[in-house]
């Protein structure tokens, strides 16, 4: 079982919700990522905000942190730009916690851009808030439009060789690396697409696999069960 993160919305951020609604929290989950797991092999199961992820966490056999909003510039030390999305507290402290819960058991966890994100600040790491040109906001979410190169020796350089083209949806990159992670990709420019901890099963990317027309044969989800299958 494979454990899929989440964020939240209230009614009135829904087009053609009631009004009556409007006050009310709806748990989203893209489904694309419960997709790549079941095609795996896995079973994907949904990690509510309101579990508490030391009830929940221990009953999986692994942990998918997904894409969405960015994280809040205050847990890295810095001040919010004008280019950086709005905040999400909730999702921001209720992800740290499954990754200390992930870590204490030593469970695999794979990470999907905002992923990336949170393991890398989560190890105190930092991240730059605005890097336009990696956004490709004005493509399909289908377009492998840039190239990723992997280190030798690695896991995403054993499970995808040494290169391939990539999606991307996100305007924020890794800074400063975080403790005991280590930078296992990048793109032409030197941005970091490809972190894995030193010591655990870890690996996290930071475009968007479960978009592409290969997720049912991406090797992210694919390694993901087969280490989570491996503890059972």
Not at 42 to 70: F, I, M, W
Not at 152 to 181: A, C, F, K, M, P
Request: aromatic content about 6%.
């Amino acid at each position: 079982m494979i454990g899929i993160t989440g964020r939240r919305k209230t009614g009135d951020q829904l087009v053609g919700n009631l009004d009556v609604l409007a006050d009310f929290s709806i748990d989203l989950y893209y489904a694309d990522y419960g997709r790549g797991v079941l095609e795996a092999g896995g079973l994907p199961v949904h990690v509510p905000l309101d579990v508490d992820p030391a009830e929940l966490v221990p009953r999986l056999d692994g942990v998918l942190l997904t894409g969405g909003g960015d994280v809040d510039p205050g847990r890295y030390g810095q001040k919010s730009s004008t280019d950086t999305f709005p905040p999400e507290p909730l999702r921001d402290e209720h992800e740290y916690a499954v990754l200390d819960v992930v870590y204490a058991y030593q469970m695999p966890v794979a990470g999907i851009c905002r992923g990336l994100q949170v393991i890398n600040v989560h190890a105190g790491g930092t991240l730059h808030q605005d890097v336009p040109s990696h956004a490709g906001f004005d493509k399909p979410a289908t377009t492998e439009w840039h190239n990723v190169a992997f280190d030798d020796g690695t896991v995403l350089g054993d499970i995808y060789g040494q290169e391939r083209r990539v999606n991307s949806l996100h305007h924020q990159t890794v800074n400063r690396v975080g403790d005991n992670l280590r930078i296992t990709a990048r793109s032409d420019d030197g941005s970091v697409e490809g972190l894995e901890h030193e010591g655990l099963p870890v690996v996290a990317v930071q475009w968007h696999p479960e978009m592409l027309p290969t997720r049912a044969e991406d090797a992210l989800f694919a390694w993901l069960v087969a280490e989570a299958s491996a503890r059972r």
